[in-house]
């Protein structure tokens, strides 16, 4: 995973994790402010129902207690008490009792319980109510809730009975209230909020009518039933969470202690909801804008910060290719503008280093030049100026031997010229090394023809030669004349390694990418600080030599696209590998 | 000495203003209000008798009484009538009527009788005897010879007529009379009070109140049966029907709801007509209803009961005949004006003194099979027995008409209403307006 990704990585975690902890904090904190402020209005309207049903109890009470103690009502009492009463005068005498007082319910019971009138089921008349002829002390009794029948179903009332009395005659007036519509419409709802009225046992209504769909409030009713005592529960009208409503019911227990039903305050959470949603959707705006965000600044920041890391990378990676002359153009004043400085110090001293040391290695090389150049020269020299003195003193002391000795010194110092113009020769090819002229060559057909030319001088030294070549081995592109010197350098060295005999193995082999060619030998071995600067020009192992056969060879492998190696060890011979494509 | 001069002088004046008082006298236009809506005027509605006549008519018995006919003969076993005209007798539009004309209009109101004229007489001659002529000819008033003229018909909401100055029984006190149709009841009561009306129909309940302040209340005789009628073509179950006609409680219905007007009936003929209503068990058998809707499936207990809220308490009986049945087990929604109910509160007028004629009117205005005709009181029973076998139908109350009559209306001679409810409103004269209301 890149510097880049990680950091992109980091900066969202960090975004999103800010976000969801910010928003959860606002959605928890929204959600109890919404809680605290629903239980608030919820409570305010549980006070608003008692103090109105309070209100409308005393009402009741008043009105019924009017009517019972009212002229006409008297009359009537009087006129029923007679022998020859008929009470189908008064039929139609609660109606318009129940319109004056603003009763929904007005029933004039007679002192046997016969219902002499109804105001809200006046079909009922002479009918039965036996129930108010159980008791005497109406007049002292609260109002209370009662189930009333209607001619199409069953009302729940607040009623209240008082007995209107004239001696000892007395009627019954029987007056309510219906909890209805009208009695819901009479309360304030904030937005959000609805009452609806239970009446037991199936009924729900709000201000407008009939709910139709209760199945939700079903548990809520049922834990009604059994504790009777007010109850707050969360209702799901649908799987949309913004359907759900919060209810708070306060029974409505008959004077029995009967449920005859229940308040129930209705809080919406549609807003709460929707004010989640809307909070979430922000929290996602502001989670993929910090992505976003996220994402610019980590790619600004990484620019900033990667791009001079990069360039120390590639820095490096020239310098490792060879190129010291990289300099990273990196010009902030922080830690990488400081690795980045150190680094182009480093190059740069690198630069000057090598510079000397090339410089100390050429002054070096001219030295061993020297040196060679003198030891070679010295060696030829020595005879050259022996051979002249010795001329010089055949003439001046022995003039009848000086033709026989000037014969003499003159072939001697022809052949110490010889071998000047041989030394010079060799440095001068050294310093001609021409470029490989490329043609298709039989590897072992060149190894065998080279190696002819040393039997001779390999008998001489005691020396096997041993040939493993590959049979079938393919033709490659080389120059046969360098290589050939090449072979021949090689097994120059191998002989001269073996003064005492040994064994000179050629192997020749296929290769995945060409061939290779080792030539090995049987001699005392080298060390490894001689095997390092072994193809150093001008070094050699031997008293004798220029020290240019291996670095002809390397030469020549190098100018072949190939590669040269050596493995030695003191006492275990040397092997040269060559690899040619 | 003087007070003996002035005493008699003072109680000669007060006879005068009394006997000026009660003194019939001519002039006033009569305003009267009803509820029915005629499309056109109708020569069998209670107010035709104002317009048209027939040859005979039938006084408060039910016996026939000369009218345009002065006297009539049968003879052949009353195969032969002969109807001898009023004379001097004057058409609305002031031709005489004649022979020839009487026997064209009767030739067309019956058909199946010989009808020719004889002079100044009608001859009516038919196969077998037809002793019930003289009541199908009281029933059959064609000419326009009445105590008023039409003067105008608003369809539905309003008929005037003028005093005929040549009628033939003298011009009636009234100039003329204005009828609002279409007037509900409710509003006509409180127009008798207000004055705006003279003579206003009156539901049972108001009665107290349109007798008040010196108004009177006319009625005519239980002329208008309130039934429960089963839909026709529905196959109701006969425990139901039997069920529900039990369970009715026709006498609270009658004392409360009806002011003990009119008469409870489990029969289609009142009492007074037939004189064998009694005989219909008219209590209700609660323990049975309650049985026979015990023995039906839940659902087929629910019924669906419908009025007409024109008809005088028919909400108040519908609503009462439900609290009823649901004592019996039956649960019964009521609504006005209902057409697919399984049951609805009609109200059948008896249009014929007849008990035979009436019957066959009753059954036919019910959709009822015509009954067989009947000779004997035994024989009418019997039919109307059958005709209620089934409970299809389900008598509650027989109800007069009931008028509340403005305290300036004054009546001279023989009722206002008839017995079956006719306007005789050529006996009705006008006094002085009670102060503070209008004329």
Redesign the interface.
């Not at chain 1, 089921?121 to 009918?127: K, Q, T, V």
């Given at each position: 995973m890149t510097f880049r990704t990680r950091l992109l990585l980091v900066f969202a975690l960090t975004v999103v994790t800010a976000v969801v902890f910010v928003g959860a904090i606002v959605s928890t904190t929204t959600r109890r402010a919404f809680e605290r402020l629903n239980a608030q209005r919820v409570a305010a309207l549980a006070a608003q129902f008692r103090q109105e049903f309070l209100r409308r109890q005393r009402e009741i009470a008043r009105q019924v207690k009017d009517i019972a103690e009212a002229d006409a009502t008297r009359d009537m009492v009087i006129a029923l008490s007679r022998p020859d009463a008929d009470?189908?005068?008064y039929?139609?005498a609660a109606q318009p009792l129940a319109q004056a007082h603003n009763l929904d319910f007005l029933e004039l019971v007679s002192g046997t319980g016969s219902i002499v009138s109804s105001a809200q089921?006046?079909?009922?008349?002479?009918?039965q109510e036996d129930w108010v002829t159980r008791r005497d002390d109406w007049d002292s009794q609260e109002p209370f809730l009662k189930r009333e029948e209607l001619?199409?179903d069953t009302a729940l009332a607040l009623i209240s009975v008082h007995a209107a009395r004239v001696a000892d005659s007395k009627m019954f007036v029987i007056g309510g209230e219906a909890l209805d519509r009208d009695f819901l419409s009479s309360f304030v709802l904030p937005a959000g909020m609805r009452a609806l009225l239970y009446r037991a046992p199936q009924s729900i209504i709000d201000s407008s009518g009939p709910v139709r769909q209760t199945a939700a409030l079903t548990p809520l009713l049922d834990e009604l039933r059994k504790g009777r005592a007010e109850v707050t529960r969360t209702v799901a009208w649908s799987s949309d969470a913004a359907s759900a409503e919060t209810f708070h019911a306060i029974p409505l227990i008959g004077p029995d202690n009967e449920l005859m039903g229940a308040f129930l305050v209705g809080s919406s959470r549609a807003e709460q909801v929707g004010l989640e949603r809307f909070l979430r959707r922000v929290e996602i705006l502001v989670a993929a804008g910090g992505i976003l965000l996220a994402l610019l600044i980590s790619f600004w920041t990484t620019a900033r910060i990667t791009r001079p890391v990069e360039a120390l990378a590639a820095g490096a990676r020239a310098v490792a290719g060879g190129d010291w002359h990289t300099q990273v153009d990196v010009r902030s004043g922080d830690e990488i503008g400081a690795l980045a400085a150190a680094f182009n110090q480093m190059t740069r001293e690198l630069l000057e280093q090598r510079d000397r040391l090339v410089q100390a290695e050429r002054v070096a090389a001219w030295r061993e030049l020297a040196r060679r150049l003198a030891h070679e020269l010295k060696n030829p020299l020595f005879p050259l100026q022996i051979t002249v003195e010795n001329l010089q003193r055949a003439r001046a002391s022995h003039p009848e031997q000086f033709d026989e000795v000037f014969r003499e010194s003159t072939a001697t110092l022809l052949a110490e010229l010889g071998k000047l113009r041989g030394i010079v020769g060799r440095f001068s090819d050294f310093a001609k090394m021409p470029p490989p002229q490329l043609e298709t060559v039989d590897l072992n057909g060149l190894v065998r023809d080279s190696l002819k030319l040393f039997e001779a001088q390999m008998q001489a030294a005691g020396v096997a030669l041993r040939l493993d070549l590959a049979p079938g081995l393919r033709a490659i592109q080389a120059d046969p004349g360098q290589l050939s010197r090449a072979l021949q350098n090689l097994a120059l060295n191998a002989i001269d390694a073996m003064p005492s005999g040994g064994t000179l193995s050629i192997h020749t082999a296929a290769e995945d990418s060409g061939v290779r060619l080792e030539v090995a030998d049987t001699g005392q071995g080298l060390t490894q600080e001689e095997c390092d600067r072994l193809f150093t020009p001008y070094y050699t192992t031997k008293t004798h030599g220029t020290g240019l056969g291996l670095a002809i060879v390397q030469s020549v492998v190098s100018d072949h696209g190939g590669k040269i190696a050596v493995r030695s060890a003191p006492g275990k011979g040397t092997t040269f590998a060559i690899d040619l494509s | 000495m003087r007070l003996t001069v002035w005493l008699p002088l003072a109680a000669l004046s007060v006879i005068a203003v009394c006997g000026a008082a009660t003194r019939p006298h001519y002039g006033g236009t009569l305003r009267v209000e009803t509820r029915a809506t005629p499309a056109a005027f109708d020569p069998t509605a209670p107010m035709a008798p104002l317009v048209f006549e027939a040859l005979v008519r039938l006084d408060e018995t039910g016996a026939p009484q000369p009218c345009l006919a002065i006297s009539w003969q049968h003879e052949g076993a009353s195969r032969r009538w002969q109807f001898n005209l009023r004379p001097a007798v004057k058409l609305h539009d002031g031709s005489p009527l004649t022979a020839a004309a009487v026997v064209s209009a009767l030739q067309a109101a019956l058909p199946g009788l010989a009808i020719n004229a004889n002079g100044d007489a009608v001859v009516i001659r038919a196969e077998h005897g037809i002793s019930a002529l003289l009541l199908d000819l009281a029933h059959t008033a064609f000419a326009g010879t009445g105590p008023f003229r039409l003067g105008a018909f608003d369809a539905g909401r309003r008929a005037t007529f003028a005093a005929n100055e040549d009628y033939w029984g003298g011009r009636p006190f009234l100039d003329g009379i204005e009828v609002q149709l279409g007037r509900p009841l409710r509003d006509q009561l409180v127009d008798l009070e207000l004055g705006k009306t003279d003579i206003a129909e009156v539901a049972p309940?108001d009665l107290?109140r349109a007798s008040e302040h010196g108004r009177a209340v006319w009625s005519s005789a239980a002329v208008n049966l309130l039934a429960l009628e089963f839909a026709p073509g529905r196959a109701h179950d006969a425990r139901l029907r039997e069920a529900l006609a039990l369970a009715i409680d026709r006498a609270?219905m009658h004392?409360?709801?009806l002011?003990?007007q009119g008469e409870a009936t489990a029969a289609l003929l009142p009492q007074w007509l037939s004189g064998y209503a009694f005989a219909f068990p008219a209590k209700p058998d609660l323990a049975r209803a309650q049985s026979l809707a015990g023995s039906l499936p839940a659902a087929a207990r629910a019924l669906t009961l419908t009025y007409d809220p024109a008809v005088r308490a028919a909400r108040?009986l519908a609503?009462?005949a439900?609290?009823n049945a649901r004592d019996a087990g039956l649960a019964v929604?009521?609504a006005p004006q209902n057409a697919q109910a399984d049951v609805r509160l009609i109200e059948v007028r008896v249009r014929s003194l007849d008990p035979a004629r009436a019957l066959a009117g009753l059954a036919e205005a019910l959709g009822l099979e015509a009954p067989p005709p009947a000779a004997t009181a035994a024989a009418l029973y019997a039919s109307e027995r059958k005709l209620l076998d089934g409970y299809r139908v389900i008598p509650l109350c027989h109800l007069p008409d009931l008028y509340g009559a403005a305290s300036r209306v004054h009546i001279f001679a023989a009722p206002a209403i008839t017995r079956l409810g006719d306007w005789r409103f050529d006996n009705i004269w006008l006094g002085a307006s009670p102060s503070g209301t209008a004329p």
């Open positions: 009470p189908s005068v039929v139609d089921w006046p079909a009922r008349f002479l009918y001619p199409a | 309940a107290r609270a004392n409360v709801l002011q003990k108040a609503e009462r439900a609290v929604q009521v």
